[in-house]
């Protein structure tokens, strides 16, 4: 009785895990930005949108936006951040699990720094056709958006090239510890209008997440297994 207990519980805790949407934040939103990653978000599963600020994140720990995001989204309208801010908080974030999404934030590059991005220049196109140059994180291969206000951006060795307009570099991923991170110099949650570019998004968010912790279905799944053992062992 007591194991049969003790498995209820787990199936408890398990399915009520699965119960709760992931959090995204999106900081300093404009335009579609708020929009377009709610229709991203729920095409993978229910998700909590929270807008939030500059300031507010700056401020924040890495513990507490752990607590309060599964991921972070760094629009192009944002603000600046302190010089410490990738080493102080990002970089922990995202190592304890956080996802990041770094979606052309020109205002925002001081977020980045000390994280082996450089940013350079401003856009030489506003739209057309970028070329993804590893498929590690969607599998199209090509997509468009806007990209207004960064030209481009290199990184050390810790990051890896996907996306790239002729010879710049527009698009870089990295993992730190359990979370992973996707820098972009091209804005897609506020430019992006196509089809392709939605399915980009979707692919973004799946990526940035997809390192976190076991999925609480198959920990579910588990219990009811491990509930329906014990039970036919109590009735030999």
Do not use: C
């Given at each position: 009785?007591?194991?049969l207990?003790?498995?209820?519980?787990?199936?408890?805790?398990?399915?009520?895990?699965?119960?709760n949407?992931?959090?995204?934040?999106?900081?300093?939103?404009?335009?579609?930005?708020?929009?377009?990653?709610?229709?991203?978000?729920?095409?993978?599963?229910?998700?909590?949108?929270?807008?939030?600020n500059?300031?507010?994140v700056?401020?924040?720990?890495?513990?507490?936006?752990?607590?309060?995001?599964?991921?972070?989204?760094?629009?192009?309208?944002g603000?600046?951040?302190?010089?410490?801010?990738?080493?102080?908080t990002?970089l922990?974030?995202?190592?304890?699990?956080?996802?990041?999404?770094?979606d052309?934030?020109?205002?925002?590059?001081?977020?980045?720094?000390?994280?082996?991005?450089?940013?350079?220049?401003?856009?030489?196109?506003?739209?057309?056709?970028?070329?993804?140059?590893?498929?590690?994180?969607?599998?199209?291969?090509?997509?468009?958006?806007?990209?207004?206000?960064?030209?481009?951006?290199?990184?050390?060795s810790?990051?890896?090239?996907?996306?790239?307009?002729?010879?710049?570099?527009?698009?870089?991923?990295?993992?730190?510890?359990?979370?992973?991170?996707?820098?972009?110099?091209?804005?897609?949650?506020?430019?992006?209008?196509?089809?392709?570019?939605?399915?980009?998004?979707?692919?973004?968010?799946?990526?940035?997440?997809?390192?976190?912790?076991?999925?609480?279905?198959?920990?579910?799944?588990?219990?009811?297994?491990?509930?329906?053992?014990?039970?036919?062992?109590?009735?030999?």
């Open positions: 009785m007591k194991m207990k003790s498995f209820a519980f787990l199936l408890t805790f398990a399915v009520a895990s699965a119960a949407a992931m959090v995204i934040g999106v900081i300093d939103p404009q335009g579609n930005t708020t929009s377009n990653a709610t229709t991203a978000a729920n095409t993978l599963e229910p998700s909590t949108i929270v807008t939030t500059t300031a507010a700056n401020g924040a720990t890495a513990a507490s936006l752990k607590a309060s995001y599964d991921v972070l989204i760094f629009s192009w309208y603000g600046s951040y302190s010089s410490t801010f990738w080493t102080d990002l922990g974030y995202i190592q304890m699990g956080g996802g990041v999404i770094f052309g934030a020109s205002s925002a590059t001081s977020a980045m720094n000390g994280s082996g991005l450089s940013f350079f220049g401003s856009s030489t196109f506003s739209s057309g056709a970028q070329t993804v140059t590893d498929n590690a994180i969607t599998s199209a291969t090509t997509v468009h958006g806007a990209n207004h206000h960064l030209g481009g951006l290199s990184g050390n810790d990051w890896t090239e996907f996306l790239s307009h002729s010879t710049t570099t527009l698009g870089m991923y990295a993992s730190f510890g359990a979370g992973r991170i996707i820098a972009t110099s091209t804005d897609f949650f506020y430019h992006g209008h196509t089809t392709a570019d939605m399915s980009f998004m979707v692919d973004e968010l799946t990526w940035v997440t997809s390192a976190s912790v076991p999925e609480p279905m198959p920990l579910a799944l588990l219990a009811l297994g491990l509930i329906g053992l014990a039970y036919s062992r109590k009735r030999a």
